[in-house]
């Protein structure tokens, strides 16, 4: 069926609950697509309960009440389905709305799904908050409120990082949220960390582009926006979203004249960009990445309720908790990072691993994974195992590439999913971003077999799927 078929058949789903509870992940497209879910059933006057967890496995399938609620499954589910039918879910009781590859029920059960990897290329970089909002819009037209949270979910899953903006149905939404005034789309500098941090530090911090002569310095950031007058002293500390037009357009032009002047492309210096006026100037609400990180820091450690307060309006007690949470998850990941980057990684040869043990919660060790890999080898896929706190027994897998490593093949989720199989273990995820739980003690044989299953990727060149 169609993108029309599939959301209409899910808003008939949902108008005929009686009550409804929502399974959703932790991190910020999770806790997006819990939140405009949440929001857009309650509105239609159906009792809704969320149930959030770290990953749909047989052990976390015991949170998923056994009621005669309606379990709507978001950003994740669709690649579960087994674990449902085990569960002995009907298809009725079920509804999936997702981005995940596919992984169809066993035995047949047929789950009703809308799911942005099964309708072609205007919806494949549309994350789950995307496909909740087309629902809650085809539910309601004026749950086009909840347009910024869609935008939140998609730049906090990626789905802007290769195309620098977001594209397709993301876009569209975007534009949804912009003709409401609740989000303003421009465009600027591809950093992180516009509406907060301190610009030259801004640009120190920027690894994908490479600024010459900026990135990895921050007094010499400094230093040129003295230069040219944004900045009066070295202790400034303006943002970029303060800028006026004309000073981003200096200073973007200057940046641009010295990738050229190196022989670089400015493909990636400029990116479109998505910010919340109505929120508190300098708050990482400001923009979609800071505010996903937000509601990652929440969600990855253990308080996906404060993300989704704050994603309900809450600017008060809950708000300055998420402010505390999100200190702390930049304060690790960044000990994170540095630690995988200093112990360093080995190379298999068509991948590079670290275990970290039980160093780190499970639940992060992706996002280091993903910012580490920039200061290693792009060609080759990461891979960070380590121990799972409250499961002595298992080993969560955590893995990341590139665009570009994609284009020659490379698929993590079919890698992961494949290997992890033939190990009693679970995988699942993108084929650029992809995760797995297996049995502790195999770890070795496990990273050979992924490692080979890479190498028969590559050898197979284009992309299979
Ligand atoms: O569940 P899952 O979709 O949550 O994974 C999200 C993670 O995968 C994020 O940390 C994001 O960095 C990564 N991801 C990515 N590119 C995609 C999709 C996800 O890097 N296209
Ligand atoms: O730079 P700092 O260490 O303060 O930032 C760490 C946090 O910021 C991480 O949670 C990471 O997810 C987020 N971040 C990001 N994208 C970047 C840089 C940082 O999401 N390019
Ligand atoms: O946990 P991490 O951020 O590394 O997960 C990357 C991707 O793999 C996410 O989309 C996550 O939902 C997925 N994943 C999965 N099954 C697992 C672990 C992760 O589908 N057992």
Redesign the pocket.
């Known amino acids: 069926m169609g993108f029309i078929e599939d959301i209409s058949a899910a808003a008939e789903i949902i108008r005929n609950a009686h009550a409804v509870t929502l399974i959703s992940?932790i991190?910020a497209?999770?806790i997006t697509s819990e939140a405009i879910a949440a929001q857009a059933v309650a509105r239609l006057g159906i009792p809704v309960t969320p149930v959030f967890v770290r990953q749909l496995e047989p052990l976390t399938m015991r949170h998923v009440p056994d009621d005669d609620t309606l379990k709507v499954f978001t950003?994740l589910g669709a690649g579960q389905q087994n674990l449902m039918e085990e569960a002995g879910m009907k298809a009725d009781d079920v509804l999936i709305l997702d981005h995940?590859i596919n992984q169809p029920a066993p035995n047949g059960t047929i789950y009703p799904q809308v799911n942005a990897q099964l309708y072609g290329p205007e919806y494949a970089k549309c994350s789950a908050a995307g496909i909740v909002y087309m629902l809650a819009r085809k539910l309601d037209p004026d749950n086009a409120d909840l347009a910024e949270l869609a935008v939140v979910g998609n730049v906090g899953?990626?789905?802007a990082?290769e195309t620098c903006g977001l594209t397709g149905i993301a876009r569209w939404i975007a534009e949804d949220g912009a003709q409401t005034g609740r989000v303003r789309i421009t465009k600027g500098i591809n950093c992180y960390g516009l509406s907060t941090r301190p610009l030259h530090l801004c640009l120190a911090n920027s690894d994908d582009p490479i600024l010459p002569g900026l990135s990895g310095d921050p007094k010499a950031a400094a230093d040129l926006l003295i230069r040219l007058g944004i900045y009066e002293k070295s202790t400034d500390q303006r943002v970029w979203e303060s800028l006026e037009a004309d000073e981003a357009k200096l200073l973007t032009s200057i940046i641009a004249e010295q990738m050229i002047a190196n022989g670089e492309s400015t493909e990636r210096l400029f990116a479109e960009l998505y910010f919340f006026p109505h929120e508190t100037e300098l708050s990482p609400l400001r923009n979609a990445s800071e505010y996903a990180t937000m509601l990652n820091a929440c969600g990855r450690w253990a308080k996906p309720k404060i993300g989704e307060a704050v994603c309900f309006g809450d600017r008060g007690t809950q708000y300055r908790e998420a402010e505390h949470m999100l200190r702390h998850h930049r304060t690790i990941i960044r000990e994170l990072c540095e630690h995988i980057l200093s112990a360093g990684v080995t190379d298999a040869g068509h991948l590079q691993w670290i275990h970290t043990r039980d160093t780190y919660p499970d639940t992060i060790v992706?996002?280091g994974a993903?910012m580490a890999l920039s200061k290693l080898d792009p060609s080759k896929p990461i891979m960070v195992l380590c121990y799972v706190s409250d499961e002595p027994d298992l080993v969560k897998i955590s893995m990341?590439t590139y665009e570009k490593v994609l284009r020659r093949g490379v698929d993590l989720q079919a890698a992961l999913v494949a290997a992890a199989a033939e190990f009693d273990g679970a995988g699942g995820?993108?084929n650029?971003?992809a995760g797995a739980y297996i049995p502790k003690g195999c770890e070795d044989d496990f990273i050979r077999r992924v490692n080979e299953l890479i190498a028969g990727q590559f050898a197979a060149g284009a992309p299979h799927r």
Do not use: E, L, V, Y
Request: net charge negative.
């Open positions: 992940h991190d497209d999770g950003d995940h899953d990626m789905m990082r992706g996002i993903g990341r995820g993108h650029i971003a």
